[in-house]
Each structure stands twice: as structure tokens, then as C-alpha cells.
């Protein structure tokens, strides 16, 4: 399993996320779905995650929800 890394800017702070490829794809689909940059979705499923779940977990799952 290859995970590609990238680094975002959440809440003024810089912050690296690993996922595999396919979620990223997901994820970048979402935000184009609903006119947005990548790095504002990812901002806000950090910003409503639960503070014990680990912000790729939650870019994961959103990611399976919002049907990528």
C-alpha cells in the first residue's frame, strides 16, 4: 500500500496528512463537486471531526460518505 503525503495549512498551522492515492481523488472530487479548494474541505472536516479521531480517519470516512 502506497500513501502519497501532502502538506496543508489548517487553522494557521502546517500539518501533513498520508493517504492512499484513491482517497485523495475522493477528496479532491468532493471539493470540486462543491466549488472549494482541496485545503478548505480538509479545514473543515478537521474543524467538525471529533478531537479522538485522527484527521486521516476522518478524511477517510468523509471521504466514503461523500460518494468520491
Known amino acids: 500500500m502506497t ?19 484513491e482517497f485523495w481523488a475522493a ?8 466549488g472549494v479548494a482541496l485545503g478548505t474541505l480538509v479545514g473543515e472536516v478537521d474543524a467538525s471531526r471529533d478531537p479522538e479521531r485522527p484527521l486521516a ?5 468523509f471521504a466514503l460518505i461523500a460518494g468520491g
Not at 500513501?3 to 492515492?21: C, F, I, N, W, Y
Not at 477528496?27 to 462543491?34: F, G, I, Q, T, V
Not at 480517519?57 to 470516512?61: P, T
Open 3 to 21: 500513501l502519497e503525503k501532502r502538506s496543508l495549512s489548517l487553522s494557521g498551522h502546517r500539518t501533513s496528512v498520508a493517504l492512499e492515492p
Open 27 to 34: 477528496l479532491e472530487a468532493a471539493a470540486a463537486r462543491r
Open 57 to 61: 480517519s476522518a478524511l477517510r470516512v
